[in-house]
C-alpha cells in the first residue's frame, strides 16, 4: 500500500524528480515520489551525461555552473560511485557567425567567473589530438576544462536512495492516473497502486509534463521529439572531454568504463513519444564520427538506443508555479540538457517550496512567460 | 554458497551470480536496472549469454515465475559492426 498523505507529491523518477526528492527530504518535508516504472527509465537513463557550463543565456550559465559545485562534492553528499569526471567540452565553431556568437558567449561566460577560452583552429589538437580540424572544418572552438560528465543511472539511484535514507517514499512501478483539484486547489493523487492526500504536486515527468498538466486543466507548450544516441566497444582512454558541434548537431565522450557514447539530432525529426532506434542514425552518426576521428573506422559500435527531449518553445525550462492551480509546480521542459542543471534545479525548488524563495531568480522560466511573449531564446543546444 | 559465490553469470562483463543476488536485494529488481547497475547485457554479446540467466535468477529471488519477468529490449545492432562499415567506406580493412 502507498502512503496515505503527504506533503508533497513528485511524479517522476528521472533525475529531476528524485533529486528534488532528495533536497526536500533534507529539509524535513514529507515527500512521496511516483514513478511509473523503473528510476531513470526516462529521458535520464538513456541520456549522454554531458555537464556543460557553456551557455549563451546567463541564468542557464548559474545554473549549470552552480550544479558543477554541487557535482564537485555529490558523490561524498550522496556516498555512491556516480563517474563523475571534469574532463572538459570543446565546442566547435565552424563559421563565422558561429566564431562570432562564441566569442560573446565567452565574454559573458568569464564575466560571470567560469573558467573559460577561446581557441584558434591550431589549438583544438593540443585539447583532442585525434579530430581531424580539417575535414571537419572546424575554424575554433571553446574550452572549459571544468566541464565534464557522470553516470546519468547512478546519479539518480545516488539522489533516491540518500532521499529515503532521509525519509521520502519513492514508489517505482506506480503510475499517476489523475490529480483531484477542487476550487483551485490540489486535493489528492491517484495511481494505480491507491491515492495519496497532498497539497503540492511536482510535475516532473519529462517528455509526459504535457500529460500530467492536462490532468489538472493547465496546457503546457513541451512537445516531445525522440533523439538517438549509440554506444561503441570500450576502447583505451583516448578522448577526456565531450566533443560537440552545434553546426552538425553532433556530440561524443568515452565513458569511465571506455566506450564512446554520441549523439546526432536529426533536424528533420517530427515531434512525437516514439523511441524507436533507426538506421538512418547509426549510419549519419558513424559518417560524422569517422570524419570528426578518422581512427574510430575500425571501432565497432555495439548498441543504439533513443530517448525523448521535453522540449520547450524556447528551450529553456519551466520551473515553479503555475497561475490556475495552486500548489502545482513544474520541473519540467529541459530538452537536451536536463541532466547537468538537475542538482541545482532541485535545490531551487525546494527552496520554493519550503521557504517560498530562492537562492536564484527563477521567475524568468515560470510558464507566464510564454503567455507573456517573454521570450528569449537558447542559442546553444543540440537540437 | 561459497561456491556459487565464484559462478560468473555474465562472462563478458565478468559479474558472478553472488553480485546480482545482492543487486535485487538492494532493489533493483528487474533486468533493466541490473544491466544498468552491474553492466551485465551491455558486453559484445549484449546480454544473450546471460540476460536469460538473471531472469531466472530474479524469478527465483522473487518467488515468481520467469515469464513474468520483462526482459530489456534488444538494441541494435545485431553484431557489433565497425562505424566505418556503416558510415559506407569501401576499404574497412584495419590499418597496421
Ligand atoms: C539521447 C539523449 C541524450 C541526452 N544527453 C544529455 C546530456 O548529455 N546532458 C544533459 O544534461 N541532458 C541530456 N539529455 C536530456 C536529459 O536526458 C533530460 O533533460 C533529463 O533526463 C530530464 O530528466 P527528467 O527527470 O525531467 O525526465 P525523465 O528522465 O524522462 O523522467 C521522467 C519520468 O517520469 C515518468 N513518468 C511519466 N509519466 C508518469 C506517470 N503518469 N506516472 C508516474 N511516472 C511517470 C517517466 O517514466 C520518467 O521516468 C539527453 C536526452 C536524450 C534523450
Ligand atoms: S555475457 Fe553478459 S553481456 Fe555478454
Known amino acids: ?383 | 554458497m561459497e561456491k556459487k559465490d565464484k559462478i560468473i553469470v555474465c562472462r563478458c562483463e565478468d559479474i558472478t551470480y553472488d553480485e546480482i543476488v545482492q543487486a535485487i536485494r538492494e532493489g533493483f529488481t528487474t533486468p533493466d536496472e541490473i544491466k544498468r547497475v552491474l553492466r551485465c547485457g551491455m558486453g559484445p554479446c549484449q546480454g544473450r549469454t546471460c540476460m536469460r540467466l538473471i531472469q531466472r535468477i530474479i524469478a527465483k529471488e522473487l518467488n515468481k515465475n520467469p515469464a513474468e519477468i520483462k526482459m530489456p529490449k534488444v538494441r541494435p545492432p545485431l553484431r557489433p559492426s565497425p562505424i566505418g562499415l556503416f558510415a559506407g567506406e569501401k576499404n574497412d580493412k584495419r590499418e597496421s
Request: hydrophobic share 40%; proline share 4%; aromatic share 8%.
Open chain 1, 1 to 383: 500500500m502507498i502512503k496515505e498523505k503527504a506533503e508533497v507529491v513528485i511524479v517522476g523518477g528521472g533525475i529531476v524528480g528524485c533529486s528534488i526528492a532528495y533536497n526536500l527530504a533534507i529539509r524535513g518535508v514529507d515527500v512521496v515520489l511516483f514513478e511509473r516504472s523503473y528510476l531513470a527509465s526516462g529521458a535520464t537513463g538513456r541520456c549522454g551525461g554531458g555537464i556543460r557550463q557553456q551557455w549563451s543565456t546567463e541564468e542557464n550559465i548559474r545554473l549549470a555552473m552552480e550544479s558543477v559545485k554541487i557535482f564537485e562534492g555529490l558523490e561524498e553528499e550522496l556516498d555512491y560511485h556516480i563517474e563523475y569526471y571534469q574532463g572538459g567540452y570543446l565546442v566547435l565553431a565552424h563559421t563565422e557567425d558561429e566564431v562570432k556568437q562564441f566569442k560573446k558567449n565567452v565574454s559573458l561566460q568569464r564575466k560571470l567567473g567560469l573558467n573559460v577560452r577561446f581557441l584558434e583552429a591550431d589549438e583544438i589538437n593540443d585539447i583532442v589530438p585525434h579530430l581531424d580540424v580539417e575535414a571537419i572544418g572546424a575554424i575554433g572552438a571553446t574550452w572549459c576544462p571544468t566541464d565534464g560528465h557522470a553516470n546519468p543511472f547512478k546519479t539518480t539511484i545516488a539522489y533516491a536512495r540518500a532521499a529515503e535514507k532521509h525519509g521520502a517514499h519513492i514508489y517505482k512501478f506506480t503510475e499517476v492516473k489523475g490529480i483531484k483539484v477542487e476550487k483551485g486547489e490540489i486535493k489528492e493523487v491517484i495511481t494505480d497502486k491507491g491515492k495519496t492526500k497532498t497539497k503540492i504536486v511536482v510535475n516532473a515527468a519529462g517528455a509526459y509534463s504535457r500529460e500530467i498538466a492536462k490532468m489538472v486543466g493547465v496546457e503546457l507548450p513541451n512537445k516531445p521529439y525522440r533523439h538517438e544516441i549509440l554506444a561503441t566497444e570500450p576502447l583505451k582512454h583516448v578522448l577526456d572531454p565531450m566533443v560537440i558541434s552545434f553546426h552538425d548537431n553532433v556530440y561524443f565522450r568515452q565513458t569511465e568504463h571506455g566506450e564512446v557514447v554520441g549523439g546526432w539530432g536529426d533536424p528533420n525529426e517530427p515531434s512525437s513519444y516514439n523511441i524507436e532506434s533507426s538506421f538512418h542514425f547509426i549510419v549519419q552518426m558513424s559518417r560524422l564520427l569517422s570524419r570528426y576521428v578518422p581512427k574510430f573506422r575500425h571501432v565497432n559500435i555495439v548498441r543504439q538506443w533513443a530517448g525523448l527531449y521535453d522540449v520547450t518553445p524556447d528551450a529553456r525550462p519551466i520551473l515553479g508555479p503555475v497561475e490556475e492551480v495552486e500548489g502545482f509546480i513544474q520541473a519540467n521542459g529541459f530538452s537536451g540538457h536536463g541532466f547537468m542543471v538537475a542538482p541545482m534545479v532541485a535545490k531551487l525548488i525546494a527552496e520554493l517550496i519550503v521557504e517560498g524563495k530562492t537562492s536564484l531568480p527563477i521567475e524568468s522560466l515560470n510558464l507566464k512567460r510564454f503567455r507573456e511573449g517573454r521570450v528569449i531564446k537558447e542559442a546553444s543546444v543540440v537540437g
